[in-house]
């Protein structure tokens, strides 16, 4: 077969598969449902951004959680009510996009983030804003190194408008990477969001199910969602996505589907990493006993060959719980002897991290 002619008959196969999706957008890991899910982390959530509205007084939030744990979806849907029925505004940035305070500002300004100073900056984003305002910032963690000081926090702890801070985060120990100066002033309220239950994950599906596909799936809802929490730390998103394929190839294998999503979304948060975590993956896979301490060791020989400045480690381990949050690795207590310790397990395909790192370092 030529080129040509098997792009024809996929191209005619997709069509045909598209007929049976009414509504692309719900498969789109950015779509905020009508009615999301209600569950418990929805009320404080609810209270502390009431409370600001009401008052003005700030009240910091940092929510943490996995990934595909619905964080970002509740805090957007949320914001998105309180906005029209209150007289607060909300911006939402994503670190991932604008790692930096110069870039954040510049980003949520809309300037060029050359010629102005931070302080230049700050000051235009004041003038901009001088009512009540509450600010999200996603994946805070991926602040970049560059940018230790995290000065737009700083600046938002002390500001004398009164701005409310939410900060979005995967790693359940970002709060201790902080500067002192600035976790006593921002002092923010914990919020956990816990893994989705399978009975969750599946009430999300059936959703989905209804609003996007034709002839919704539904024998086979309950095995997709079994498989997302047992297998992938319930994100759902490798839910969503494995919904999505079905409904294209509704007659393929679903583990099979499910282990492509798996794949694709996995391939994405790994190709995301800094050096240093990727270097920490690297010493995960090439260590035989990868115990924590073993692991150490061989992560910092990798970064003296790659001239990387290694973490300490206590900030290793606190990427470990940052790893194991995102579903790279699982963190396994084990007994050696009359101790315990713990144990690496890697739940990512080490081929997919051999590429991102031949990408990277060479």
Excluded at 253 to 259: A, G, S
Aim: with cysteine.
């Amino acid at each position: 077969m030529q080129i040509e002619e098997f792009l024809s008959k996929r191209a005619e196969h997709l069509q045909k598969s598209s007929r049976r999706i009414k509504d692309f957008r719900v498969f789109d890991f950015n779509y905020i449902p009508e009615k999301p899910l209600m569950r418990r982390e929805t009320k404080p959530l609810v209270d502390a951004l009431l409370r600001y509205a009401t008052t003005g007084i700030a009240n910091h939030l940092l929510i943490f959680g996995s990934r595909g744990s619905g964080k970002t979806l509740l805090v957007k849907y949320v914001s998105g009510l309180l906005e029209k029925r209150h007289n607060v505004r909300f911006i939402y940035a994503n670190c991932r996009q604008h790692n930096t305070s110069f870039k954040i500002l510049a980003g949520i300004l809309n300037v060029r983030p050359r010629g102005s100073s931070l302080d230049e900056l700050w000051k235009r984003f004041c003038d901009a804003h001088p009512g009540r305002l509450v600010l999200i910032l996603d994946e805070v963690d991926l602040i970049s190194d560059k940018d230790r000081n995290r000065d737009l926090l700083y600046l938002l702890s002390r500001s004398p408008n009164n701005y409310m801070v939410v900060l979005l985060s995967n790693n359940p120990r970002f709060l201790s990477t902080l500067d002192e100066s600035i976790r006593s002033t921002l002092q923010p309220e914990l919020l956990h969001f816990r893994n989705y239950g399978a009975d969750e994950v599946l009430a999300i599906l059936k959703d989905r199910a209804q609003l996007g596909i034709v002839k919704p799936p539904r024998q086979v809802l309950g095995q997709i969602a079994a498989l997302t929490t047992k297998d992938t730390n319930s994100d759902v998103r490798i839910a969503i996505k494995t919904l999505y394929y079905l409904a294209l190839e509704p007659d393929a294998d679903v583990r099979e589907l499910f282990q492509r999503a798996r794949r694709d979304i996995l391939n994405d948060v790994i190709a995301d990493l800094n050096e240093r975590n990727l270097l920490i993956l690297k010493a995960a896979v090439s260590t035989p006993e990868p115990h924590v301490k073993a692991v150490y060791d061989c992560y910092r020989k990798l970064s003296q060959q790659m001239h990387e400045e290694p973490f300490s480690y206590v900030y290793f381990y606190s990427n470990l719980s940052y790893l194991q949050s995102i579903g790279l690795i699982l963190l396994l207590s084990t007994k050696i002897g009359r101790t315990y310790t713990n144990q690496i397990k890697t739940l990512f395909d080490t081929e997919l991290l051999g590429g991102v790192l031949q990408a990277r370092f060479t």
